[in-house]
């Protein structure tokens, strides 16, 4: 195994990945770089930089993304990810480690900061901002977001699959929702803050809501469709469209307990479906009543 240094060995992280053989180091120095592309056939490379805001990665190819991993078991760390039309990193491959990374302004339709397509991949202390986006989880299961920030996108975290965990994350400040969930996705002990409209939007069912912060959103937690989810010990205030937390009609069997809920406007829990489990939240207001201690 050996260390390629850019821009000393190579004037560019492409090149370095070309000639790297699997298992290799590439190290990127202070400054700004080309997007690249770690190909299929060259797995468990460690690429890391100086540092977010000291090892940039901008500029060509444009049109593309700014980092695409095709390769299993890659490390990426240190690096800020800035200005691509169609998003920051993609992460097409299993079982890939990010850490330290910042992706930023990339603007295009539908863009994101981070774009997960494998599965058990893990981001730590990552953040996503300016960006359509801040993090899809398009496909692939059992991906860990760890530590991650979320902040001034269109939207901040999105789980489109199944059976991943967003962890000790803060997503806020993005314009429309903050969190997007469909189906059997564990979010635990994160916050969802100041988004200009739902805190956290559960779509479809088995997702597990456990000791987060929801605050001062248009909705704190709206549960929509299907059921059977967990939302346990969170503490949801200051939220004034749809309340606290807002129960639809068509969903049920969902199990709400131990919540801690205040000033949420017009009421802190809204069930318009009775076919729910209610028991030990504090909160101050529900819609039908009684659904407080």
Known sequence: MAIHVVPTDFLTVQDAINFASPGDSIQLLDGTFDGFVVPNNKPRLKIFGEGIGESIIAGAPLGSFGIIVLADRTSIQGLTVQGFALGGVQINSDSNILKDIESVLNM????????????????????????????TINSGEHNFIYQCIMQNNEFGFF??????????????????????????????????????????????????????????????????????????????RKNDINGGIFVSAITMDNVIRFNKLKLNEPFDLISANINNIFDGNRCESSNPPGLCI
């Open 108 to 135: 295009g339709i539908n863009t994101e900061g981070f774009e997960l397509n494998g599965q058990n991949n893990l981001c730590i202390r990552c953040t996503s901002r300016q960006n359509d986006f801040g993090m």
């Open 159 to 236: 789980s489109v699959s199944n059976n991943n965990k967003l962890i000790s994350s803060e997503i806020k400040e993005n314009n429309s929702f903050g969190i997007i969930l469909l189906a059997f996705t564990t979010l635990f002990g994160s916050s969802s803050l100041r988004n200009g409209a739902i805190g956290i939007f559960v779509i479809f069912n088995n997702n597990t809501i456990i000791e987060n912060i929801v605050w001062d959103n248009d909705t704190g937690i709206q549960l929509f469709f299907f059921g059977e989810n967990v939302i346990d010990s969170n503490i949801v």
